[in-house]
């Protein structure tokens, strides 16, 4: 069983849709929350992080956590063309010498459609 | 916006050949990442540099593959010999020390023929 687990998708969706990405964990040593966005032939680059339980807004993008559930979420409001990349979910599970090792899950690939 | 580097962007290469990949982390950052990403999957961790030491190579397969960071600032890694599984992409990335900002490159597409 993978620490961190993304269903895959392919997500479809409508311009102006509400999106909701979702990732399960289940190692509790898991620290910081972050999702990742990739858009194709290219590098993650980090679009949000949380530490604690519950919700962190940046514009069209929420992102949820809860610890006791092992279960984070990221929600985009108003979706848009542009929006369609694969959205990967990660997180920090700190080791010796102040070293973090960061586990993604497998990806959402996410299109939205004009 | 500081950016990390990586080369080649693409490289084709013959099963049982050798093939390195070179990555420019953030200036200042102590922690380097090497991340394989296979095609429809997540990345998954490779080895892990604090300044020019190894802190993680736990996923790295040793038997073909190296990877160094000797003056603790470039880092290479190679393959030899490549075989058809290593198809992927191989990512950079960098980050300052005990932070969550990692900075990953825009990797090299690995497809071995």
């Known amino acids: 069983q993978k620490e961190v687990e993304q269903d895959p998708g392919p997500l479809s969706v409508p311009e102006g849709a509400i999106v909701s990405l979702n990732c399960t964990y289940s190692?509790?040593?898991?620290?910081?929350f972050m999702w990742y966005r990739q858009y194709s032939r290219k590098g993650p680059e980090l679009l949000m992080y949380?530490?604690s339980s519950g919700n962190k807004e940046d514009g069209r993008f929420t992102a949820q956590v809860d610890k006791s559930s092992k279960y984070i979420s990221l929600f985009i409001r108003d979706s848009q063309p542009s929006d369609s990349a694969t959205y990967l979910c990660?997180?920090?599970?700190w080791g010796s010498g102040n070293t973090g090792k960061l586990i993604f899950g497998q990806g959402t690939t996410l299109q939205v459609k004009p | 916006e500081a950016e990390v580097a990586q080369s080649p962007r693409y490289k084709i290469t013959e099963k049982s050949q050798a093939v390195a990949f070179w990555c420019d982390p953030i200036s200042g950052h102590a922690t380097l990442y090497w991340y394989r990403q296979i095609l429809g999957q997540g990345p998954e961790l490779l080895v892990q540099?604090?300044?020019?030491?190894?802190?993680?190579d736990s996923q790295l397969p040793k038997d073909r593959f190296s990877a160094e960071r000797l003056k603790g600032v470039d880092s290479t890694l190679k393959i030899q010999p490549a075989e058809l599984g290593d198809s992927a992409m191989y990512l950079c990335?960098?980050?300052?020390?005990?932070?969550?900002?990692?900075?990953f490159g825009s990797g090299t597409r690995l497809t071995v023929v």
């Open positions: 190692n509790s040593a898991f620290q910081y």
């Open positions: 990660a997180m920090i599970r």
């Open positions: 990335a960098s980050s300052l020390t005990g932070t969550y900002g990692y900075t």
């Open positions: 949380t530490y």
């Open positions: 540099f604090q300044d020019e030491s190894v802190v993680d």
